[in-house]
């Protein structure tokens, strides 16, 4: 298949240079050859990655952001052979079939991508006209993609491209921007939209209100986390919906309804649909949230993503450092009885873990039990990130921060407990100081983003944490270039929360384990609570998955999977060679040290977001599909010798050049 080469095109953009670069080149399942042996827990199972994947990438200078692009799932199936023990790996990788992608491809005169770029979002330089302009070519489009003429008419705007989950024999691709989309495995086709009832593409119907529910804003009301959560012994999928509109937050609980032996689906589950969050006040950029096993946190941080920003002379993505933090605390299917939790400003993209403890000896004043919420997040202390990942400086703030608000740039593994006095009951402040962060302090010093853990001990008091770092640098990149991961990082949060229980660093400042990334990789003590892996020189990582070994017996008795890339393949512009390619390694995580086997890929994947393993049980365990979505350019039904015809084609014509 002809590879496009739109790299080339486009140059100095630190996102979309090197292996941050598009590729346009899809493969059905492929062989790949390896080195090593490859676990047999791994077979029948595939790993995949999501990521941004701009397919209209043509136009020199325009706005560019990480996380912009139509999604692109990579992925690598591990099949048996028939013989015994044997598994060949298959690389696969496919667009998702989202309405923008559809739409994209068949406009052939489009230039730059069919949603403004986050960049021009969160750019402080951006005119409130420039910003205005992009929106309003935008809603140009989608309507355009309506009327006669249009191959594929716009209905959801989410490109899909952030993250990859399974639930109830549904593999469900996420972004803030839209609801779910399902995905097939294990050669990542397109099914359809998943409305938290039914996907599309089932041939299942239930005309019962999905996410969006009914009215003018339902629209808002299907944009969903790109982080849903499952919770492995109930079997539901917990997520919320972030809007522009009050009540801003709404939440929604799936219940497992498929049962894959006997092919029939419940349907008449136990679901939360669309239930508001109150105590919200006004839009937020909201990537994440917490999920114990009976509580769940929302966080309501100083980032906001709000159009009514521009009256006030603001980006539409704005980072105050002066305001302050908030977690609401509630249980699980009760978000009415939120408690909200206020602290120190910060930004949280991503939580590790969140989980239940109890302190039988009451302190601080509050009779009675005191119930405890835990959670592990990657604390940013600024909105750098976000920018960076735009190739923009972050602004500098024009009033004065607070001294006790005052923190180095930074992004750590960050431990908060919460607590929750029984005897309290339920409770819909807004704030209050019966509501106490009992803990709140770094487990570590070194930069740390990208969590995960093993499946079956999340939202219970896992051991370790998985994350991706980097040794010579922050998360915050400077102008010019990218964040690239070289480290990859396991973590003994019970040992570390142990250690800063018993001897408590500064709140919010404070840190357990205080070592630089140089004196952690120096360590020699088999024991130690952090283990890096250290990336060959040259050699950048992606986000890790942790595969379990079949009779492990303690909890990080398995593998970590990551696509890694060798930059020795670069040009000297920085661009990557048009036959450069990618590998996944498989790393032995009780050890941190060993590759036990490296999957050569018949080419390269750009540096993506988040992945996920889907295990052999889950794959046999998908729901049926009665059609996928597909892409093909059809015929125009022209209306014959029709002069009305002829003028509306020619006019749509000049309204996408102008739109281009």
């Not at 899809?26 to 990521?51: D, F, K, Q, W």
């Not at 994209?104 to 006209?129: C, D, G, Y």
């Not at 803030?176 to 996907?199: H, Q, Y």
């Not at 305001?323 to 299917?333: D, I, K, Y």
Request: with cysteine; net charge negative; glycine share 6%.
């Amino acid at each position: 298949m002809k590879n496009l080469n739109f790299e080339e095109k486009r140059r100095g953009h630190p996102y979309l240079s090197g292996n941050f670069a598009p590729i346009q080149q899809v493969l059905p399942l492929t062989p790949c050859s390896y080195t090593g042996t490859i676990p047999e827990e791994l077979a029948g199972g595939e790993y995949v990655r999501n990521g941004g994947n701009p397919v209209t990438n043509d136009a020199l200078g325009r706005d560019a952001h990480w996380f912009d692009g139509d999604g692109m799932l990579s992925g690598v199936s591990f099949r048996r052979t028939g013989e015994e023990g044997a598994i060949q790996p298959e690389f696969v990788n496919q667009y998702i079939l989202t309405d923008v992608y559809n739409s994209s491809k068949t406009s052939s005169s489009l230039r730059t991508p069919i949603l403004p770029s986050i960049a021009t979002l969160v750019n402080p330089m951006s005119s409130l006209i420039t910003i205005v302009l992009r929106i309003l070519r935008t809603i140009a489009l989608v309507i355009l993609s309506h009327l006669p003429g249009s191959q594929q008419a716009i209905k959801k705007i989410s490109v899909a491209n952030t993250s990859i989950l399974y639930h109830d024999g549904r593999a469900l691709a996420t972004c803030e921007s839209g609801p779910p989309m399902r995905i097939a495995l294990p050669g990542l086709e397109t099914v359809g939209w998943f409305n938290g009832r039914a996907s599309e593409g089932e041939g299942v119907r239930d005309t019962r209100p999905g996410f969006g529910g009914k009215g003018p804003f339902s629209f808002m009301r299907e944009w969903t986390t790109a982080h849903p959560r499952v919770d492995h012994r109930t079997k539901e999928l917990i997520l919320y919906h972030s809007t522009f509109v009050t009540p801003y937050v709404n939440y929604s609980i799936v219940s497992s309804t498929y049962e894959p032996s006997s092919k029939t689906s419940n349907q008449s589950p136990s679901n939360l649909i669309n239930r508001p969050v109150p105590g919200i006040n006004s839009a937020k950029m909201m990537h994440d949230f917490g999920v114990s096993s009976t509580h769940t946190i929302i966080m309501d941080l100083p980032l906001s993503l709000d159009p009514l920003n521009l009256a006030k002379n603001r980006p539409v993505v704005a980072y105050d450092p002066t305001s302050r933090s908030r977690f609401g605390v509630f249980p699980r299917h009760q978000p009415e009885d939120v408690r909200w939790f206020e602290t120190n400003p910060c930004c949280i993209f991503h939580t590790a873990n969140s989980w239940n403890s109890a302190d039988p000896s009451p302190a601080n004043g509050f009779p009675g039990r005191l119930d405890m919420v835990n959670m592990l997040a990657c604390r940013l202390t600024s909105a750098s990130l976000v920018f960076s990942a735009g190739d923009l400086a972050a602004p500098t703030p024009t009033y004065d921060i607070p001294a006790d608000q005052q923190e180095e740039e930074q992004c750590r593994l960050y431990y908060y407990q919460f607590c929750l006095p029984q005897s309290c009951g339920s409770s819909n402040h807004i704030s209050g100081n019966d509501n106490l962060i009992v803990h709140q302090w770094a487990l570590s010093a070194i930069p740390f983003e990208f969590p995960s853990l093993r499946d079956s001990v999340s939202m219970s008091a896992a051991k370790y944490i998985y994350g991706c770092s980097v040794s010579d640098a922050s998360f915050g990149a400077a102008l010019g270039r990218a964040v690239k991961i070289n480290s990859l990082v396991k973590v003994d949060v019970e040992t570390l929360i142990e250690r800063g229980i018993r001897d408590p660093p500064s709140q919010i400042i404070g840190c357990v384990d205080t070592r630089d990334m140089s004196e952690v990789l120096a360590s020699e003590d088999p024991l130690d609570a952090i283990k890096v892996f250290k990336m060959p020189e040259g050699w950048y990582a992606q986000e890790s998955r942790f595969v379990p070994r079949r009779d492990g017996v303690s909890e990080d008795d398995g593998w970590i999977l990551s696509y890694v890339f060798d930059e020795t393949q670069l040009l000297e512009d920085d661009e990557c060679r048009s036959d450069a390619k990618s590998e996944l390694w498989i790393i032995d995580a009780k050890n941190m040290t060993d590759v036990v086997a490296r999957v050569h890929l018949p080419q390269r994947v750009p540096y993506g977001l988040h992945g996920n393993w889907f295990s052999e049980e889950d794959i046999r365990g998908q729901r049926p599909v009665e059609r996928l979505r597909t892409f093909s350019i059809k015929a125009a039904k022209e209306m014959v010798a029709s002069p009305a015809w002829e003028a509306w084609m020619a006019t749509r014509k000049a309204i996408e050049g102008w739109l281009k």
